[in-house]
């Protein structure tokens, strides 16, 4: 079994701070890639930002220069720092994680519960 639980969701002044964190355990060999995604009621998930275990980063447009993604690869965690928020941002935020079962030496993509953001005007 793996689990992967967000944390530091909540509701926010637009041009506020949210400080996101998931913790990946469970039957974890490796983990590869790590990120975050998004999903706005009546739209489709969309990834928000990733990270390879060697640091490299990649972000969506609509949250470029706002947001960092970061992670703690000895602990198996990963991190979504979140300025300059605004109503847009509005979303159910999900962490997910790109590795390898210690069970099955299989690669999978796992998810987590979802934590809420929600931005004020």
């Known amino acids: 079994q793996v689990q992967l639980v967000e944390s530091g969701g909540g509701l926010v002044q637009a041009g506020g701070s949210l400080r996101l964190s998931c913790a990946a355990s469970?039957?974890?060999?490796?983990?590869?890639?790590m990120g975050w995604a998004r999903q706005a009621p009546g739209k489709q998930r969309e990834l928000v930002a990733t990270i390879t275990s060697g640091g490299s980063t990649n972000y969506a447009d609509s949250v470029k220069g706002r947001f960092t993604i970061s992670r703690d690869n000895a602990k198996n965690m990963v991190y979504l720092q979140m300025n300059s928020l605004k109503p847009e941002d509005t979303a159910v935020y999900y962490c997910?994680?790109?590795?390898?079962?210690?069970?099955?030496?299989?690669?999978?993509?796992?998810w987590g519960q979802g934590t809420q953001v929600t931005v004020s005007s």
């Open positions: 469970g039957s974890i060999f490796s983990i590869s890639a």
């Open positions: 997910n994680a790109h590795l390898v079962n210690r069970g099955t030496y299989y690669y999978g993509d796992y």
